[in-house]
T-cell receptor, first 115, second 112 residues
Framework: DAGVTQSPTHLIKTRGQHVTLRCSPI?????VSWYQQVLGQGPQFIFQ???????GRGNFPDRFSARQFPNYSSELNVNALLLGDSALYLC??????????????FGPGTRLTVL | KQEVTQIPAALSVPEGENLVLNCSFT??????LQWFRQDPGKGLTSLLL?????REQTSGRLNASLDKSSGRSTLYIAASQPGDSATYLC???????????FGGGTRVLVKP
């Protein structure tokens, strides 16, 4: 069974541009979360979506937005890119059992470089 | 606000030595704690998940303990191998919600 997949693998943008990152969760997983990992640090929570609704938001500016589609895949959008947005963007999916979220499984990430 | 700390930030050991990695968190109201491995430039691989009601979990050479009241978890890796070289991250999940709060990681180098 396929794990969490993300596309693209790498991306280079210039300041001020817009970027869209994509994530497909493990089959049967309805919860998708996004994290930003700056080099040398632990990942920071950006968003969580469940059943196409936003269920959690981290401390990121409004330039960051996301959505989840009927097939539970998700997109992360970042507008007006800054140099500081350069990072590894990770997507994680999890299944809901007995009304509770369970173990999160991470994708390989998208490496974004902003020049 | 939950804060997770991992000390040391880096560790170098000779092959065969046991590894002890520490993780501390400030808010004991957690649902579970996960340990992850990350190879350079790659995603996260889940190693062990400990529910808040558990004291430890084991998988092969890996053993993780959890002391929720003191806000600490320890990951033990027995008989380290060069292939264990990676960054190890711990993350806690709160009692409500699905947000993981990560520590900064411990970068491990196992020398042959």
């Amino acid at each position: 069974d396929a794990g969490v997949t993300q596309s693209p693998t790498h991306l280079i943008k210039t300041r001020g541009q817009h970027v869209t990152l994509r994530c497909s969760p493990i089959s049967g997983h309805k919860s998708v979360s996004w994290y930003q990992q700056v080099l040398g640090q632990g990942p920071q929570f950006i968003f969580q979506y469940y059943e196409k609704e936003e269920r959690g938001r981290g401390n990121f500016p409004d330039r960051f937005s996301a959505r989840q589609f009927p097939n539970y895949s998700s997109e992360l959008n970042v507008n007006a890119l800054l140099l500081g947005d350069s990072a590894l963007y990770l997507c994680a999916s999890s299944v809901i059992l007995a009304g509770s979220y369970n173990e999160q499984f991470f994708g390989p990430g998208t490496r974004l470089t902003v020049l | 606000k939950q804060e997770v700390t991992q000390i040391p930030a880096a560790l170098s050991v000779p092959e065969g030595e046991n590894l002890v990695l520490n993780c501390s968190f400030t808010d004991s109201a957690i649902y579970n704690l996960q340990w992850f491995r990350q190879d350079p430039g790659k995603g996260l691989t889940s190693l062990l998940l400990i529910q808040s009601s558990q004291r430890e979990q084991t998988s092969g050479r890996l053993n993780a303990s959890l002391d929720k009241s003191s806000g600490r978890s320890t990951l033990y890796i027995a008989a380290s191998q060069p292939g264990d070289s990676a960054t190890y991250l711990c993350a806690v999940r709160p009692a409500a919600g699905n947000k993981l709060t990560f520590g900064g990681g411990t970068r491990v180098l196992v020398k042959p």
